[in-house]
């Protein structure tokens, strides 16, 4: 008796099983969505870290966008750089444009020496918050905040905060330039430059206030003295509202405005 | 006893200073007088470097819908208009005024004398809080002239008045209802013309017994006016709550509280309505209160805005081991990040926090015990916002109804795992709007 349940239990189950599994199929057929093949193999050869750097949500999004366009145009993963670009380039018939890449810079040095704190934070350590509550512990209001809202953005551990000057540091090696640093700074500080072969120059201040306002807080801030715009062989500096700012694309790295920065504004890095 | 009908907690009442009587603050040699000291679009300076202007006269005039004007404080000369630090850190534009002598405009009365009959008609007092630049003293600093421009096919039942003062410390509004009680069930009885309604209802806490009595001895005389004792509950004075423990009806999700026909002003801004109505007398004083538990010197004070804080400060004496100095109660004010800073509309106390006081407790792991949800006087579930904000699902947010947090603090203040749930709420409520407001662009 015992022996029977046991048997007609199996078989009603199976049965159960197999007439699902036939609906199923049919099912399945009956609604089936047409994709694009070309979509898994493109998704395949990207990073899949889905930093957001190409504009897209997830690294799919870049891949259906690109086979949808059939053109590159416009459509790039800073991320995996120019050889992920290529090998999409070959799985699509395509000619790919090499790029430069980009690195992350931090642009501001306002460490704990340079520009000293006034007051002490103790809240929530996030940068969008503290920023919605005050100019900053060095009453600096264009300043870094610290609390490392890039650091957590960060997919590909690129970033960390140094203990020293409680600034952001961007690891060259590891930095593929996606931005999503960029996007959650919300004293937008941190900017994608050329990567190069060299290095990159460029003014770490991002404070608009007049010089010796700007001075006051932080002894590193840029003052809009213009010494380095006057001075530079390739006019690539201009200034604006008491900051200076170097356009990498004109820039040549002779480093004449590093030297000559009043307040070593200026940074040249070679990491 | 009345009350709103969910959430609340019940923090210490530290009225420390309800016994002291006001004190006028004495004119500073120079005043610094921020534009925007009001909710909504900044004000646009019509001073300019060298004018002379007198007490009561326009210095910065309103030009949007939601922005109210500012009058100077001082007599005196301009001395410049330029970007100044508030209590923020931040720089917000600024008349900077030499003060010299203390000469007022002819138009303001300056008499003591207590004017009780209303001459204006409905117009003209909306009008006149419009020009005199009355904004709402409770914290927010909403222009009241907006909150009477009924919208077409609403009209009001009731005004409440909030004289819960449920913020610890305060005692500002506790001392205006026992040393100017006539003035302000005056500047009730415009408010009453300008709104069309029938009934008056001031809410007091029952921890204040004093003002209670005085009050309801006082409005004998007002018949329109009705006193209402409320249980002593934190956030009693916020609007809506405010609204649902005086008449039991609920202000609609998003809505405002004109469409449950009710209008809510704080007892200061009654003050300064009947200062506007009765005596011409624009919005250029704030009444503060200076305490702290290990502050010696504590204060009520009637302080000239533009008034710099550095003068108050040590006037009173900054107390060692003072950990923080916070601008308004313990629940909703903020810490100072810079006290070389100026006295603007609705700045209702500065508290004095010792360290031990101000350090913050390491927070650990959820409990999931629920108190933030007990809590919340709005009904809503903070700890599942807090999970929602920090992996920024703003989507989610919005469906559970972040926009709703009234940002009273409960949820965290009896948080016993110390997370910082409001900080977490207010950021993604900050986003969400963001999102919202985005979209809504959009879309036009």
Known sequence: ?271 | MKTFKIGGVHPEAQKLSNEISVETFPLPKQATIFVTQSLGAPAVPVVAKGDKVKVGQLLAKAEAFICANVHSPFSGTVNKIEPVADFTGYKKPAIIIDVEGDEWDESIDTSEEIVSEIKLSRKEIIDRMKACGIVGLGGACFPTHVKYMLPEGKSADYILVNAAECEPYITTDYRMMLEQTEQCLVGIEALLIASGAPKALIGIENNKPEAIRHLQEATKTHPKIEVVPLKTKYPQGAEKQLIQALTGRTVPNGRLPIDAGCIVNNIATTHAVYEAVQKNKPLIETYTTVTGKHLANRKNYKIRLGTPLKEVLDAVGIPENTGKIISGGPMMGKAMANTNTFFVKGMSSILFLDASESKRIPESNCLRCGKCIQACPMGLEPYLFRMLAVHNRLDDLEAHGIMNCIECGCCQSGCPAHIPLLDTVKTGKSKTGAMIKSRQVKKS
Not at chain 1, 42 to 64: I, M, S, Y
Not at chain 1, 151 to 157: I, R
Not at chain 1, 193 to 214: L, Q, S
Request: charged content about 15%.
């Open chain 1, 1 to 271: 008796m015992a022996g029977n349940t046991i048997i007609l239990a199996v078989v009603i189950l199976g049965v159960i099983g197999l007439v699902a599994a036939i609906l199923l199929f049919f099912i399945s057929k009956a609604f089936k969505v047409e994709e694009n093949p070309l979509i898994d193999d493109v998704a395949a050869q990207l990073p899949g870290a889905n930093c957001g750097g190409c504009g897209f949500a997830g690294c799919r999004g870049l891949a259906e966008a690109i086979v949808k366009a059939g053109n590159l145009e416009g459509l790039r993963c800073p991320a995996g750089g120019n050889s992920t670009m290529e090998n999409i380039a070959k799985i699509m018939g395509l000619e790919a444009v090499a790029a430069e890449p980009m690195v992350a810079v931090v642009r501001c040095n306002g460490s704990c020496e340079n520009a000293p704190a006034k007051v002490n934070y103790d809240s929530m350590p996030s940068c969008f918050f503290a920023n919605s509550l005050y100019a900053g512990e060095s009453a600096c209001p264009y300043g870094c905040l610290g609390c490392g809202d890039c650091v957590g953005s960060c997919q590909f551990n690129a970033l960390h905060i140094d203990p020293v000057t409680k600034l952001p540091v961007v690891d060259v090696n590891a930095c593929v330039g996606c931005g999503a640093c960029v996007k959650n700074c919300p004293r937008h500080i941190i900017e994608l430059r050329f990567k190069g072969t060299e290095g990159r120059v460029y003014v770490t201040c991002m404070n608009k206030e007049k010089g010796p306002v700007a001075k006051k807080n932080c002894s590193a801030a840029c003052i809009g003295c213009g010494k380095c715009a006057k001075n530079c062989p390739a006019e690539a500096i201009t200034v604006q509202d008491s900051l200076a700012y170097i356009d990498f694309r004109k820039c040549t790295l002779c480093q004449t405005c590093v030297s000559g920065c009043p307040t070593g504004a200026i940074k040249f890095s070679n990491l």
